[in-house]
């Protein structure tokens, strides 16, 4: 057997450094009042937002949002922002930490 056949073969992997959001649906945020401001903390509060999250909340595009909100969130799908905008909502990214 050749030398390089006989050494093991590892590549590299960019899982480590993926960010990994978790996903909220617009139709669950018809659970907040109307003209509310709606962030990582008050989604974790009312349960929407569950688990360990490096990389925040993205708003996803599925369902039908019926009230004006300020959402604010990590990422935006290009269908949660067209539908929070067109109800007159505002789609805000959080200020970034300081290290």
Same mark, same amino acid.
């Given at each position: ?22 996903? $909220?649906? $617009? ?44 959402? $604010? ?27």
């Amino acid at each position: 057997m050749p030398l390089i056949r006989r050494i093991p073969k590892r590549g590299f992997s960019n899982a480590r450094f993926a960010t990994i959001y978790i996903p $909220v649906n $617009v139709e669950s945020l018809n659970f907040f009042s109307d003209g509310a401001r709606v962030d990582e903390v008050l989604l974790r509060q009312t349960g929407l937002a569950n688990g360990h999250s490096s990389g925040g909340i993205k708003v996803l595009g599925d369902g039908k949002l019926t009230k004006k909100l300020t959402v $604010v969130a990590n990422a935006f799908s290009a269908g949660a922002r067209e539908q929070i905008e067109a109800l007159g909502g505002v789609c805000e990214l959080p200020a970034p930490k300081a290290a």
